[in-house]
Structures are given as structure tokens and as C-alpha cells.
Nanobody
Framework: VQLQASGGGLVQAGGSLRLSCAVS????????MAWYRQARGNQRDMVAG???????GYADSVKDRFIIFTNNARNTVYLQMNNLRPEDTAVYFC??????????WGQGTLVTVSS
């Protein structure tokens, strides 16, 4: 199983980016898909998540600015990031939790927001 994240880059404050995470390989049952981020010197925190039933949740700092969604096949998870702020600068990681307590991580994609 591999998670390939992409879409990071440099953007000015107020701009938008869309991150993608393609899931390849066989996962029997995905229970939760999420995006985390880790700024330099900080711990890795969850930004947004989506359950297998479609319920979404967001960190307070990104509510009303970020949207998590998947394609119909649920093999790609996206993070639409709008109205970006310098404090959103971090490495973003996609995460998939599956049955049997299996957890998979993508390699991370860097988002830099300039002021």
C-alpha cells in the first residue's frame, strides 16, 4: 500500500492550494482518511478527517477555510485549502486508517504561505 501526496507549493497569503493523496495497493476496508500537518519544531496534528460514512471534522484553525473530500472510488483524498495564512505553513501528510488497526502515511508535501 502506498499513499502518494502532491500539490504542495509556495503561495501568498489569501491564496489557495489543493492537495491530493492517491492511495494505491489493496486496503481491505478504509475506516478514516485524514490530513495532518507538522510545522517546524511542532508535533504533527490532524487538520481534517473524513469517516467511511462521509462525516468530516476539522481543526478549529482551518474550519471554514479547508475542505476534505474524496473521489467516487475513494482512492484519492483531497484537501482544498482556501484563504491560506502564513501559520498554515507546514508539511502536510495524508493518513489512512483501515480495519485491523492498520495505519498508512503519505510522504508529506510542503506548503509554504508567504505574508
Amino acid at each position: 500500500v502506498q499513499l502518494q501526496a502532491s500539490g504542495g507549493g509556495l503561495v501568498q497569503a489569501g491564496g489557495s492550494l489543493r492537495l491530493s493523496c492517491a492511495v494505491s495497493g489493496r486496503i481491505f476496508s478504509i475506516r478514516y482518511m485524514a490530513w495532518y500537518r507538522q510545522a517546524r519544531g511542532n508535533q504533527r496534528d490532524m487538520v481534517a478527517g473524513m469517516s467511511s460514512g462521509g462525516t468530516t471534522g476539522y481543526a478549529d484553525s482551518v474550519k471554514d477555510r479547508f475542505i476534505i473530500f474524496t473521489n467516487n472510488a475513494r482512492n484519492t483524498v483531497y484537501l482544498q485549502m482556501n484563504n491560506l495564512r502564513p501559520e498554515d505553513t507546514a508539511v502536510y501528510f495524508c493518513n489512512v486508517q483501515a480495519s485491523g488497526s492498520q495505519v498508512y502515511w503519505g510522504q508529506g508535501t510542503l506548503v509554504t504561505v508567504s505574508s
